[in-house]
């Protein structure tokens, strides 16, 4: 199985900071590489798809890039709305992984 | 828009067969890759595995032995059933439904969830 390792595990940001989550994957994934926002209690949400592509109608300050087996996350300008959970998955090989997450709060 | 609701039991005795439907609203079942996911408390995404149209399944290996998914077309509904539970199956369960394009693929949109509680 391709394991997916997150850091960090949890971070504390203010509103208004840039925030960068990485995602390491334990073998070459090439792209496929998607990132999704689970607010507590809730159901994942995708936000990125292809390492890169934003999916419609969600936020420009979330982007993501990477190739291979690194990956970042960023939200350039945190607010209120983004705290939760931000889980990387990879779709190169079956089974499908996700890394462990990322829980992410307001300072 | 397509929507996901999962359902069943929230309550499992160990040794049993724990058994989840999800209904799917807002588009055809005839259409897709239908997966089934959990979450432990405290951890992270675990993917089930997936029946596709056809009647096509492909699961975790780590779960293989004990699951089978199965599709009902005339209700627009997909099913999984986990035999032999135990108190490690406890779990939020999800649905969810996987584009697939050629060479890629996302799971978008998820269902709700259903706590599901193995317990005595």
């Known amino acids: 199985d391709t394991q997916m390792t997150q850091s960090p595990s949890s971070l504390s940001a203010s509103v208004g900071d840039r925030v960068t989550i990485t995602c390491q994957a334990s073998q070459d994934i090439s792209n496929l590489l998607n990132w999704y926002h689970q607010k507590p209690g809730k159901a994942p949400k995708l936000l990125i798809y292809?390492?890169?592509s934003l999916k419609a109608g969600v936020p420009s300050r979330f982007s993501g890039t990477g190739s291979g087996t690194h990956f970042t996350f960023t939200i350039s300008s945190l607010q209120p709305e983004d705290i939760g959970t931000y889980s990387c998955?990879?779709?190169?090989?079956?089974?499908?992984?996700f890394g462990q997450g990322t829980k992410l709060e307001i300072k | 828009q397509v929507q996901l609701q999962e359902s069943g039991p929230g309550l499992v005795k160990p040794s049993e067969t724990l058994s989840l439907t999800c209904t799917v609203s807002g588009g055809s079942i005839g259409s897709s890759y239908w997966n089934w996911f959990r979450q432990s408390p405290g951890k992270g995404l675990e993917w089930i595995g997936y029946i596709y149209n056809s009647g096509r399944t492909e699961y975790n290996l780590s779960l293989k032995s004990r699951v089978t998914m199965s599709l009902d077309t005339s209700k627009n509904q997909f099913s999984l059933k986990l035999s032999s539970v135990t108190a490690a199956d406890t779990a939020m369960y999800y649905c969810?439904?996987?584009?697939?394009?050629?060479?890629?693929?996302?799971?978008?949109?998820w269902g709700q969830g259903i706590l599901v509680t193995v317990s005595s």
């Open positions: 998955q990879q779709f190169d090989n079956l089974p499908y992984t």
């Open positions: 292809d390492a890169s």
């Open positions: 969810a439904s996987l584009r697939a394009v050629t060479g890629t693929g996302w799971f978008d949109p």
